[in-house]
């Protein structure tokens, strides 16, 4: 039993006083005491009911908490009979040691609470002694009739068991999808790649303002029978509503079979996804080669006709009818095939439209534009919670090509992605995206410039008017920036700045006299706009 099932319906009339977020603790039984040191008595697990005989002062409150938080104990109840109502100092402790506590009336004896706990704990236990029995055959025969969603279904009618199968960037797999927000789902996420980068042991933990949630990995890289390719970014996770560690032996054991379920059917998926790799694969080497347009064409057809199974339109029509995208992505930092493995998950989709070819550490993506559209935004909106998994030196960056209404089009495209993929690793982040807007731009010039030639363009322009903002505490950089915003305009820039039109004729002197540049001529302007963009 939880915590908060003292507070349900048929519960002794027990008052909530603290900690009202811990109240998923499962209970496993239950100690009454009045020693002032029952550390060594507790095992973990127990509600202790007192009397507060204990207390002589507000310090005792403060040690008591502490000393039966460290011996495992989830919950508190405090009688009133004795000593009258429970005073603000042991609230005040337990809410520093997130215990939750409970009042218990003075016309409610322990023996009634302890007689309740009692009856719940050995129903939990006879309930999951017999259901663990069949609890395999069930999941498996689940798993082939109805997939994972069925298996969900099941155990959360069965064992009351909220349970949700998630993608890294959160994308619900199965489960119930509309009892966790995209907000939470990303948090759990987010919360599962950096426990996975830190190398920690699962489950992990984390807590929403629902409540606490542990996240167990599932994924190609789960388990023994799951090849070892691909990337801990493109696992799935697996989360369940509660505290798994606090759980019972046995429940505990339910969720780590659970997982390695879900592992089994990821590789699975991943055993039905053979077929599509290689016409991606092969896809790319036509590209590579500029075959003939008729010999992309009917790999884009297989690609198709293999969607088209699941779906209600024709494959002659939806070749016929479709647009295509592509997109570069490389990854720096990463394992081989960690890009591959993630675009693959992140954009397959159900029915695996997505045509992800790639080796080492880059990747090459054609997938339907009027089916699927992925502008840079949306793009980079959806690989966001990766970043917590990446590291210090993990990155991966992305190209997107404008759509190409017939497969002779899609060399030009790949080119046109592999310009913008320069583009995004010329900026700073983790997951970097530039679409095919920004090919006409100056930024497509910067990023095909060399790294030390950035930085020494840069650095002549730059550093000495840093320099000397820094020695001054002035305002030069600001300034110049505005300027340029301008165009030039002494009384707009002024009023943007909020100075003189005397005090901004200054600086830019200063600016000029540190640079040798005249702001006056086009070509410095240029040259100051360049210079700012690169830094």
């Not at 807590?207 to 023994?224: D, E, I, N, V």
């Not at 030039?488 to 943007?496: D, F, H, N, Y």
């Amino acid at each position: 039993m939880r915590v908060r099932d003292l507070l349900a319906p048929g519960a002794p009339r027990l008052r909530l006083l603290a900690a009202e977020e811990e109240l998923d603790r499962q209970v496993s039984g239950v100690m009454t005491t009045d020693l002032h040191d029952p550390g060594r008595y507790l095992h973990g697990g127990e509600l202790v009911l007192t009397g507060m005989l204990w207390r002589g002062g507000p310090a005792d409150s403060e040690r008591f908490v502490r000393t039966i938080a460290a011996g495992g104990a989830v919950a508190l109840a405090a009688g009133e009979a004795e000593v009258g109502p429970v005073p603000e100092d042991l609230v005040e402790a337990c809410r520093r040691h997130r215990m939750p506590l409970l009042a218990v009336p003075d016309d409610i004896a322990f023996g009634t609470v302890t007689e309740f706990i009692g009856r719940q704990v050995s129903a939990d236990r006879a309930a999951d002694l017999a259901a663990l029995v069949d609890r395999h055959r069930l999941l498996v025969s689940a798993a082939g009739g109805g997939g994972l969603d069925a298996v969900l279904d099941l155990l959360g009618g069965d064992l009351d068991l909220d349970c949700w199968v998630l993608a890294p960037t959160g994308a619900v797999i199965a489960g119930p999808a509309d009892r966790l927000t995209a907000e939470d789902r990303d948090q759990l996420v987010r919360a599962h790649l950096a426990a996975q980068r830190q190398r920690r042991r699962p489950p992990h933990r984390a807590r929403l303002a629902g409540g606490a949630y542990s996240l167990l990995p599932a994924g190609a890289s789960a388990g023994p029978e799951a090849p070892q390719t691909g990337s801990l970014l493109a696992d799935w996770v697996l989360a369940v509503a509660g505290d798994v560690t606090e759980w019972t032996t046995k429940r505990q054991q339910l969720a780590e079979n659970l997982a390695r379920l879900v592992a089994a059917e990821r590789h699975r998926r991943d055993e039905g996804r053979r077929l599509r790799r290689r016409l991606a694969d092969e896809l790319l080497a036509l590209l590579r080669r500029d075959a003939d347009p008729a010999e992309i064409s009917r790999t884009l057809y297989a690609s198709t006709a293999m969607a088209a199974r699941y779906e209600s339109p024709e494959p002659k029509s939806q070749a016929r009818d479709t647009s295509w995208l592509v997109l570069s992505a490389e990854g720096t930092g990463l394992p081989e095939g960690t890009v591959r493995a993630v675009l693959e998950e992140a954009l397959g989709g159900t029915t695996d439209r997505a045509l992800v070819a790639g080796a080492g550490n880059g990747a090459v993506v054609v997938l339907p534009a009027l089916d699927t559209p992925v502008p840079a935004d949306t793009l980079r909106e959806l690989l966001a919670p990766l970043e917590a998994g990446l590291g210090s030196e993990g990155r991966i960056t992305l190209g997107v090509s404008a759509p190409a209404s017939e497969a002779g089009g899609l060399r030009g495209a790949l080119e046109e992605a592999r310009h913008a993929r320069r583009i995004a690793a010329a900026r700073v982040g983790r997951v970097c995206v530039a679409g095919p807007e920004e090919l006409a731009s100056h930024v497509l010039l910067l990023a095909a410039v060399p790294d030390e030639v950035r930085r020494a363009f840069r650095s002549r322009l730059l550093d000495k008017v840093i320099a000397y903002d820094i020695e001054h505490q002035a305002d030069l950089v600001r300034t110049l920036e505005a300027f340029l915003r301008s165009d030039g305009s002494w009384t707009r820039c002024a009023g943007q700045l909020h100075v003189h039109v005397n005090t901004l004729r200054y600086r830019i002197g200063r600016i000029e006299e540190l640079t040798g540049r005249d702001l006056s001529r086009l070509e410095d302007r240029v040259d100051f706009y360049l210079a700012l963009e690169l830094a």
